[in-house]
């Protein structure tokens, strides 16, 4: 039996919070907490914007399509893969800083990404709710004028923060054996395939999500009306623009 | 003051295993409790390759280096960005996956580092000792053959996992006004840039580091000589290729 396992083995997104605020001190506590998380080479690249004015929230909710977090939670974190700041520090003692390159936003983006997990876990173990809005990526670039980024900046992960107003929700996952592997990747048959996802398929509101899209399947749900191909394709030009316009690639 | 904060504010990467091994149960069941953290849309974009044989971490080392964690560790967790199950899943069940662009590459990269960093931590709170290898992104072409990755899987992170043979080291990190900010990016000036990194550069062992590899400072030893640039963008063209190759881009 794991220690924490109450926890852990328990734990979901909260997407409704109380009117009631989150002490600043509390966010600052969890954040400087979090930076104890591993960072490549203990460079720490990545910065948090935290969002906690009434108007900031006014000023971002668009460009997470409104979602009703942004505006509901406490304190809403935008976490950038950074080497703004670090190549600044370097230029400043003369040494030749290298990291406009695309390897350079790949180890910034999974510090960022470690900040923001440790972010959540410590909140959540505080008795906080938190949520990823995954519409950080699709409109980074809004998100970057917004909050002023400059070069070598890219918002990768945001987290809402706030007092629960709701239960955590029951959320099925994979069986273990459908994710991990032993010593190399499998090759898998369909029908093998089709097994792992067997349960997925048959939870009771997945099956409603299914009907509710008029779709024969879950699979259709996430490939034609969550997640669509035209959309995937163009996010992915608009992301790559900014990455562009940051310098990364 | 926050519960845990012992150990979150405490907590170090180990790079040093004692021979006796964790069992594949307690691995398993870390697994099994991470993949509750959170993941787009709950697609689990992710899986773990879990090399415990003596031979696997043979045919791997030379991919990490030799770093000593890969044969020193009981078990050498290498998560991918996966979006070929998903796909497979789709196209079994008729529905047109349309995953192969960066933006699901971003997706699937978050979902896999969330996962990355939720194993660390249940791992580190049930006392084992874990590091990530970033040599992983560095010859993720060599690392996905050997392991036998197919297209659409990319390995992202990589975790050693082993029982601590040695104490938690003391780490520095940048104070909390270094990266966290309040609403936007503040405009640093380079007096400010300088009082931030002050500690860091003041550090009795970064000092000693600077002397060791003949450098003014410790920037030049970050930019110059483990970070420098030439190795920089020969690793990001080499990741670029095997991103082509896997057809996310």
């Avoid at 003369?94 to 406009?100: K, L, P, Y």
């Amino acid at each position: 039996m794991l220690k924490n396992s109450e926890y852990f083995s328990r734990r979901g997104s909260i997407r409704q919070y109380k009117a009631e605020r989150v002490s600043d001190e509390m966010i600052d506590e969890i954040i400087r907490q979090a930076a104890k998380a591993p960072t490549t080479g203990n460079m720490q690249l990545y910065s948090v914007i935290v969002t906690s004015s009434e108007e900031g929230k006014e000023r971002i909710a668009g460009a997470h399509f409104n979602q009703p977090m942004v505006k509901g939670c406490s304190h809403l974190l935008t976490i950038c893969a950074d080497f703004n700041r670090f190549t600044r520090w370097c230029e400043i003692n003369n040494a030749d800083a290298g990291f406009d390159n695309p390897l350079s936003f790949i180890s910034a983006m999974t510090d960022a990404v470690i900040l923001a997990q440790q972010i959540c876990t410590i909140a959540e173990m505080n008795g906080l709710g938190t949520c990823y809005l995954g519409t950080v990526t699709y409109n980074a670039a809004q998100i970057a004028e917004i909050l002023e980024l400059p070069e070598l900046v890219v918002p990768v992960a945001c987290v809402s923060i706030g007092i629960p107003a709701v239960e955590i929700p029951e959320t099925e996952r994979l069986p273990l054996e459908a994710f991990r592997y032993s010593e190399k990747y499998p090759r898998l048959s369909d029908g093998e395939i089709t097994e792992l996802y067997k349960a997925k398929d048959e939870y009771a509101p997945n099956k409603k999500f299914i009907e509710e899209n008029g779709k024969q399947n879950l699979a259709q749900v996430f490939a034609e009306v969550r997640y669509p191909r035209a959309m995937n394709e163009e996010f992915s030009r608009t992301f790559m623009d900014f990455l562009k316009k940051s310098r990364f690639l």
